[in-house]
T-cell receptor, first 112, second 114 residues
């Protein structure tokens, strides 16, 4: 059973702080990992993808992948109230059929 | 990236009726999926829509209740049949971009069954 685990939160951080969202996965065959942001009442929006060990930065977002520890994280620098949303972590295996596995999501609240 | 549209965006239906949701992608994609999401809950995968053949359903979902079509690479439909109030949910179409393997979601269809 492939699983992606996230703390449901809520994670509450003050405006301007760094928000750290974490995710672990059980399938060692997973090669690709994605972070989605979902605002209440909206569909998930892809914000980051990461495929190799290390860090990947895009603006205020940094995704980190550690395949040995089966751990993925998303850092949001200079958090803004508009970052308040649920963040979903997903992983998939390469090759063959692509069946994504999603975590349950972490609720982030950025308070002014 | 792939841009996905769905229609209808929302509907209120009576018990026992059926609703067909359409999903259109603006570019060729490798795989298309249908999800269900209850408010405040995680995504639940219903099935993988296969082009030109029967969809692959996840445990707990059956073709008679959720028939799916995918006549070409960019279009799919999901029908929710013989609806009951328990089918009230948001239904999401999703597709994997052929170039990067990234998955994108449509805006969703909010279904209420009375």
């Amino acid at each position: 059973q492939k699983e992606v685990e996230q703390n449901s939160g809520p994670l509450s951080v003050p405006e301007g702080a760094i928000a750290s969202l974490n995710c672990t996965y059980s399938d060692r065959g997973s090669q690709s990992f994605f972070w989605y942001r979902q605002y209440s009442g909206k569909s998930p929006e892809l914000i980051m993808s990461i495929y190799s060990n290390g860090d990947k930065e895009d603006g205020r977002f940094t995704a980190q992948l550690n395949k040995a520890s089966q751990y993925v994280s998303l850092l949001i620098r200079d958090s803004q109230p508009s970052d308040s949303a649920t963040y979903l972590c997903a992983g998939s295996s390469s090759g063959g059929s692509y069946i994504p596995t999603f975590g349950r999501g972490t609720s982030l609240i950025v308070h002014p | 990236s792939a841009v996905i549209s769905q229609k209808p965006s929302r509907d209120i239906c009576q018990r026992g009726t059926s609703l067909t949701i359409q999903c259109q992608v603006d570019s060729q994609v490798t795989m298309m999926f249908w999800y269900r999401q209850q408010p405040g809950q995680s995504l639940t995968l219903i099935a993988t829509a296969n082009q030109g053949s029967e969809a692959t359903y996840e445990s707990g979902f059956v073709i008679d209740k959720f028939p799916i079509s995918r006549p070409n690479l960019t279009f799919s439909t999901l029908t929710v049949s013989n609806m009951s109030p328990e089918d009230s949910s948001i239904y999401l179409c999703s597709a994997v971009d052929r170039a990067m393997g990234e998955q994108y979601f449509g805006p969703g269809t909010r279904l209420t069954v009375t």
